[in-house]
T-cell receptor, first 115, second 113 residues
Framework: DAGVIQSPRHEVTEMGQEVTLRCKPISGHDYLFWYRQTMMRGLELLIYFNNNVPIDDSGMPEDRFSAKMPNASFSTLKIQPSEPRDSAVYFC?????????????FGSGTRLTVV | SQKIEQNSEALNIQEGKTATLTCNYTNYSPAYLQWYRQDPGRGPVFLLL?????KEKRKERLKVTFDTTLKQSLFHITASQPADSATYLC????????????FGKGTKLSVKP
């Protein structure tokens, strides 16, 4: 298994531009999570899906952020318009069942820089 | 307010010694707690999960304890090696929706040869 696959690995964009981050979870995992990591705030949960349905989006910072999961093997996180304060590493993770002895499997992340 | 605190941002120890990392939480009643390892430029990697009715759990050189009265988990690495150098994160369920796993900011462990 290739694990959780995220693309791109790095993204540099100008303020005001639209940014789309992509994630392919592990096959068979029913849960998908989007996290953001910064030095200041650590790892923050943005949104998560169960069986492609958004369950909790209370961590999404603003209306500029949106996430979709059109099918079990693909999810996107979109920021429109982007701002410099959105610069962070964005992680996607997937899981069989939260609380199982397998934990969450994280991707390698997308490092986003907004200039 | 709810908080997860890991005892220090950094911990330096000598190879062969036991590393002990602390995770304290307030205003949570988690059913379980998890520990992850994160290397620079990589995503966190799951290590161990301990449930509220388990006092201790072991995996090779790792040992985790969970004291729901003290609201604390201790993470031990025995016979530490330079390869154990990484940031270690504790995480627990926030008590809201089932998937809402909240992370501490981590402790960066450096093991010197």
């Amino acid at each position: 298994d290739a694990g959780v696959i995220q693309s791109p690995r790095h993204e540099v964009t100008e303020m005001g531009q639209e940014v789309t981050l992509r994630c392919k979870p592990i096959s068979g995992h029913d849960y998908l999570f989007w996290y953001r990591q910064t030095m200041m705030r650590g790892l923050e949960l943005l949104i998560y899906f169960n069986n492609n349905v958004p369950i909790d989006d209370s961590g999404m910072p603003e209306d500029r952020f949106s996430a979709k999961m059109p099918n079990a093997s693909f999810s996107t996180l979109k920021i429109q318009p982007s701002e410099p304060r959105d610069s962070a590493v964005y992680f996607c993770a997937s899981s069989l069942v939260p609380g199982s002895n397998y934990g969450y499997t994280f991707g390698s992340g997308t490092r986003l820089t907004v200039v | 307010s709810q908080k997860i605190e890991q005892n220090s941002e950094a911990l330096n120890i000598q190879e062969g010694k036991t590393a002990t990392l602390t995770c304290n939480y307030t205003n949570y009643s988690p059913a379980y707690l998890q520990w992850y390892r994160q290397d620079p430029g990589r995503g966190p990697v799951f290590l161990l999960l301990i449930r509220e009715n388990e006092k201790e759990k072991r995996k090779e050189r790792l040992k985790v304890t969970f004291d729901t009265t003290l609201k604390q988990s201790l993470f031990h690495i025995t016979a530490s090696q330079p390869a154990d150098s990484a940031t270690y994160l504790c995480a627990l369920m926030s008590g809201g929706s089932q998937g809402n796993l909240i992370f501490g900011k981590g402790t960066k462990l450096s093991v010197k040869p």
